[in-house]
Protein backbone atom coordinates (compact mmCIF):
# COMPACT_ATOMS: atom_id res chain seq x y z
CA UNK A 1 0.00 0.00 0.00
CA UNK A 2 3.08 3.00 0.89
CA UNK A 3 4.38 2.05 -2.70
CA UNK A 4 0.75 3.21 -4.34
CA UNK A 5 0.75 6.19 -2.45
CA UNK A 6 4.41 6.81 -3.38
CA UNK A 7 3.45 6.01 -7.17
CA UNK A 8 0.76 8.83 -6.94
CA UNK A 9 2.72 11.98 -5.00
CA UNK A 10 5.41 11.81 -7.87
CA UNK A 11 2.37 11.61 -10.50
CA UNK A 12 1.08 14.77 -8.94
CA UNK A 13 4.61 16.81 -8.75
CA UNK A 14 5.27 16.05 -12.74
CA UNK A 15 1.91 17.38 -13.56
CA UNK A 16 2.05 20.06 -11.47
CA UNK A 17 5.78 21.13 -12.88
CA UNK A 18 4.67 20.57 -16.09
CA UNK A 19 1.79 22.81 -15.89
CA UNK A 20 3.28 25.79 -14.24
CA UNK A 21 6.41 26.07 -16.67
CA UNK A 22 4.79 26.43 -19.95
CA UNK A 23 6.49 29.18 -21.02
CA UNK A 24 9.69 27.64 -20.67
CA UNK A 25 9.16 25.01 -23.04
CA UNK A 26 7.96 24.49 -26.59
CA UNK A 27 7.73 27.90 -28.86
CA UNK A 28 6.65 29.95 -26.48
CA UNK A 29 8.36 32.28 -23.82
CA UNK A 30 7.58 34.90 -21.25
CA UNK A 31 10.51 37.14 -21.75
CA UNK A 32 13.45 38.06 -24.25
CA UNK A 33 16.70 37.54 -22.98
CA UNK A 34 19.89 39.86 -23.14
CA UNK A 35 21.85 40.54 -25.84
CA UNK A 36 24.78 37.79 -26.17
CA UNK A 37 27.38 37.07 -29.68
CA UNK A 38 25.12 34.13 -30.30
CA UNK A 39 21.62 36.14 -30.23
CA UNK A 40 23.59 38.85 -32.36
CA UNK A 41 25.05 36.09 -35.05
CA UNK A 42 21.54 34.64 -35.05
CA UNK A 43 20.03 38.22 -36.14
CA UNK A 44 23.08 38.95 -38.83
CA UNK A 45 22.10 35.36 -40.40
CA UNK A 46 18.19 36.03 -40.15
CA UNK A 47 18.99 39.26 -41.62
CA UNK A 48 21.39 37.75 -44.47
CA UNK A 49 18.75 34.64 -45.33
CA UNK A 50 15.36 36.39 -44.12
CA UNK A 51 13.70 33.32 -43.56
CA UNK A 52 15.54 30.20 -41.86
CA UNK A 53 15.05 26.52 -40.02
CA UNK A 54 17.11 26.48 -37.00
CA UNK A 55 19.31 23.88 -38.94
CA UNK A 56 19.96 26.19 -41.66
CA UNK A 57 20.76 29.39 -39.26
CA UNK A 58 23.16 26.43 -37.59
CA UNK A 59 24.78 25.64 -40.98
CA UNK A 60 25.11 29.45 -42.24
CA UNK A 61 26.99 30.15 -39.00
CA UNK A 62 29.94 28.08 -39.54
CA UNK A 63 29.87 26.30 -35.85
CA UNK A 64 28.78 29.13 -33.60
CA UNK A 65 25.28 28.10 -33.02
CA UNK A 66 23.62 25.09 -32.51
CA UNK A 67 20.18 24.06 -33.66
CA UNK A 68 19.31 24.04 -30.02
CA UNK A 69 21.04 28.06 -29.88
CA UNK A 70 18.70 28.93 -32.47
CA UNK A 71 15.46 27.43 -31.24
CA UNK A 72 16.31 29.15 -28.06
CA UNK A 73 17.29 32.74 -28.81
CA UNK A 74 15.04 32.50 -31.14
CA UNK A 75 11.87 31.70 -29.37
CA UNK A 76 12.95 34.33 -27.10
CA UNK A 77 13.27 36.94 -29.52
CA UNK A 78 10.12 36.22 -30.54
CA UNK A 79 8.74 37.60 -26.89
CA UNK A 80 10.07 40.25 -27.63
CA UNK A 81 8.64 40.93 -30.49
CA UNK A 82 11.73 40.99 -32.67
CA UNK A 83 11.10 37.38 -34.43
CA UNK A 84 8.69 35.81 -35.72
CA UNK A 85 8.03 31.57 -35.29
CA UNK A 86 6.05 30.61 -38.01
CA UNK A 87 5.18 26.93 -38.05
CA UNK A 88 4.44 24.55 -41.41
CA UNK A 89 2.86 21.27 -41.09
CA UNK A 90 5.68 19.88 -42.79
CA UNK A 91 8.77 21.64 -43.95
CA UNK A 92 8.41 22.87 -47.13
CA UNK A 93 11.85 22.07 -48.15
CA UNK A 94 11.94 18.80 -47.38
CA UNK A 95 8.93 17.03 -46.74
CA UNK A 96 9.86 16.22 -43.46
CA UNK A 97 8.45 17.67 -39.60
CA UNK A 98 10.10 17.76 -36.57
CA UNK A 99 12.43 20.48 -35.34
CA UNK A 100 12.17 21.68 -39.50
CA UNK A 101 8.86 22.60 -38.97
CA UNK A 102 9.59 26.07 -37.44
CA UNK A 103 10.91 28.86 -39.68
CA UNK A 104 12.37 32.14 -38.63
CA UNK A 105 12.62 35.44 -39.61
CA UNK A 106 12.57 39.23 -37.92
CA UNK A 107 9.77 40.97 -37.66
CA UNK A 108 10.30 44.97 -38.68
CA UNK A 109 11.64 45.81 -34.81
CA UNK A 110 13.59 42.68 -35.11
CA UNK A 111 15.60 44.80 -38.63
CA UNK A 112 15.29 47.91 -37.01
CA UNK A 113 18.16 46.77 -34.10
CA UNK A 114 21.74 48.33 -35.01
CA UNK A 115 23.62 44.79 -34.22
CA UNK A 116 27.27 46.83 -34.20
CA UNK A 117 25.54 49.11 -31.47
CA UNK A 118 24.19 46.34 -29.76
CA UNK A 119 27.41 44.58 -29.07
CA UNK A 120 29.50 47.60 -28.66
CA UNK A 121 27.30 48.48 -25.77
CA UNK A 122 28.23 45.17 -23.79
CA UNK A 123 31.65 45.62 -23.68
Known sequence: M???????????????????SSAHYGVERAKDLPWCEKKVILFKILKKLGEATAAEVASASNGKLTNTNVRHYGYHAKAGGLVEVQSYELDKKTGKGGENKYYFRLTAAGKKVDLDKVLSSKS
Open 2 to 20: PVASKKKKVTEKKNSVSSN
